[in-house]
């Protein structure tokens, strides 16, 4: 086979894949330090959507990312799961849950360095378009990484709500809005690949809405783990009270399904990637904060890990500072 066969479709250089490409590209702008390579990865109009707010262009996230590294000099990028789909000829969309081990090491704008040491994660999904970069859904978990550092989580959330600007808010209020009159999906039975996008829609609605904790019993295994940076839930009892005190601070509940990816492992296993929206009043308390009545706006991606039809791990991220931003 020649090297030019195996080239990742749509780049001249030395990927074979897609997972290859989102791995090796990671591995050059983080641990390899190449920043400046991210215009040579990212189209110049490229935009990054985050709960917080959006990026526009390469130079933009340059900028961000030696920021980061300002904060945290040896952040790594550590990949755990790329789980990638084909929209069309040379069109893909991957799913890349990162691991970050990091010292806090200089200032935040929200506390002097700590010196301490944190683990945080991350999943980045994005649409790869001959060969570059051209939209990003960035989702990072930043309420652990303030509880770790120390900091109270509402403060960094009222300094985010006092930052927005006007962009961030019209965006904001556009997703409600079509989160907002989405139908609700409430299916049954145990997954397979064919019904990945109703298993994920009708996962993700029993989590977050009000129908009965006992109906998650039919997706998870016995013996399932949840994570976010930190294992939250481990076996189903603790996941039913995990998502039960969630649904508990909220009401008026509703969500939409923006992607599925779906990786068959074979032997009955699969890897699967849900980025999903949603939209809720705040009803009761939700992370230290009391009832607002406001609305918000949730953008997440979670992994599942599938055996015999069944989730037995889960990893959904979401940036609760950025919830939190919404509603103090």
């Known amino acids: 086979m020649s090297r030019n066969s195996s080239v990742f479709e749509g780049t001249n250089g030395p990927f074979r894949d897609l997972t290859d490409y989102i791995l090796g590209i990671t591995h050059e702008i983080w641990e390899s330090r190449h920043v400046e390579r991210i215009d040579e990865y990212y189209s110049r109009d490229c935009l990054i959507y985050t709960l917080g707010g959006m990026v526009h262009g390469a130079n933009a996230i340059i900028e961000n990312t030696r920021t980061t590294l300002r904060s945290f000099s040896d952040r790594l990028l550590l990949g755990e799961a790329v789980i990638g789909s084909r929209l069309g000829p040379g069109q893909f969309l991957s799913s890349h849950r990162i691991g970050s081990p990091m010292t806090h090491l200089g200032d935040l704008p929200y506390c002097k360095a700590t010196g301490r040491k944190v683990f945080v994660r991350t999943i980045a999904d994005c649409l790869v378009e001959n060969g570059k970069i051209t939209k990003e859904w960035l989702v990072r978990d930043n309420y652990s990484l303030a509880c770790q550092l120390g900091v ?5 959330a009222r300094q985010m709500a006092d930052a927005q600007i006007a962009e961030t808010c019209l965006w904001l209020n556009q997703e409600r809005d079509r989160v907002s009159a989405s139908a609700p999906f409430y299916g049954s039975g145990e997954f397979d690949a064919v019904n990945a996008f109703e298993f994920a829609a009708s996962v993700i609605g029993r989590q977050w809405g009000s129908i ?3 109906t998650l019993r039919s997706y998870y295994a016995p013996y399932a783990v949840v994570y976010d940076s930190q294992p939250l839930a481990s076996g189903i009892e603790s996941i039913e009270q995990y998502y039960h005190t969630l649904r508990s601070g909220v009401a008026d509940v509703t969500s939409a399904i923006d992607h599925v990816g779906v990786m068959d492992r074979g032997g009955g296993e699969y890897q ?7 939209a809720l009043e705040h009803a009761g308390d939700l992370w ?3 009832s607002s009545g406001r ?3 949730i953008l997440g ?3 599942w890990q599938i055996v015999a039809g069944r989730i037995v791990a889960e990893w959904s991220i ?3 500072v950025a919830v939190l931003a919404q509603l103090v």
């Open 272 to 278: 699967v990637a849900a980025r999903w929206s949603v």
């Open 212 to 214: 009965g904790q006992s």
């Open 288 to 290: 230290g904060l009391p």
């Open 301 to 303: 991606v979670t992994h």
């Open 295 to 297: 609305r918000a706006l």
């Open 152 to 156: 109270d989580a509402l403060l960094v």
């Open 318 to 320: 979401y940036d609760r």
